[in-house]
């Protein structure tokens, strides 16, 4: 089955404390990215990844770093949370450079950083 | 600059009835077109999608949306409403040399009534 993977789920961190988001994919889509949603704003775009090592940013990349060593993983680093990164984030794929296509998006994980 | 406008953050019907949803946006191209539905705790599911020819197109779970390029929309239909359809509902464009970037709306919540 295709699929987009999150993990966690759910987490609850204190602020300055790392944490990492992981994403998987079993579809092998080039493009990868992620997303935060927060009520009244919709998605908005962290990152994203058009290829193995090959990452830029997106429309709020502040507070947050990507990696894409493997074509599969896209983990979503917060090396010091604060507060206002409590949203809700998703991972998504898509084949890249294909026309007719749909991005693919993983469970979401809720984050709360108090 | 590009963007997505949803202009109804809530709706509310009653179950039988019709329903639209509006998303207009903002480019000086036609852009990819899609619709979104995010059911509580899930992730986000394609609708339907318009990339070209016919401007009226068919989607899953009964919608359908229309692509009105004067109006620069891509209004969400439903001729009757059934309660599983309470969700938020995404409209999302990609702009030519997006390189793959969606641009979400903000959403709109439906409420279904018995």
């Known amino acids: 089955e295709a699929q987009v993977t999150q993990n966690p789920r759910y987490l609850i961190t204190v602020t300055g404390k790392k944490l990492t988001v992981t994403c998987s994919q079993n579809?092998?889509?080039?493009?990868m990215s992620w997303y935060r949603q927060d009520p009244g704003l919709g998605l908005r775009q962290i990152y994203y990844s058009m290829n193995v090592e090959v990452t830029d940013k997106g429309d709020v990349p502040e507070g947050y770093k990507v990696s894409r060593k493997e074509k599969r993983n896209f983990p979503l680093i917060l090396e010091s949370p604060s507060p206002n990164q409590t949203s809700l984030y998703f991972c998504?794929?898509?084949?890249?450079?294909?026309?007719?296509?749909?991005?693919?998006f993983g469970q979401g994980t809720r984050l709360t950083v108090v | 600059a590009q963007s997505v406008t949803q202009p109804d953050i809530h709706i509310t019907v009653s179950e039988g009835a019709s329903l639209e949803l509006r998303c207009n946006y903002s480019?000086?191209?036609?852009?990819?077109l899609f619709w979104y539905v995010q059911s509580p705790g899930q992730g986000l599911q394609l609708l339907l999608k318009?990339?070209?020819?016919?401007?009226l197109v068919q989607g899953i779970k009964g919608f359908e949306a229309e692509f009105k390029r004067s109006q620069s929309s891509f209004n969400l239909r439903k001729p009757s409403v059934h309660w599983s359809d309470a969700a938020e509902y995404f409209c999302a464009v990609e702009f030519s040399g997006g390189y793959n970037k969606l641009i979400f709306g903000a959403g709109t919540r439906l409420a279904v009534h018995p």
């Open positions: 318009y990339f070209s020819g016919d401007t």
């Open positions: 480019y000086g191209a036609t852009p990819y």
């Open positions: 579809m092998n889509h080039e493009y």
């Open positions: 998504a794929s898509r084949k890249q450079g294909a026309l007719n296509t749909e991005a693919f």
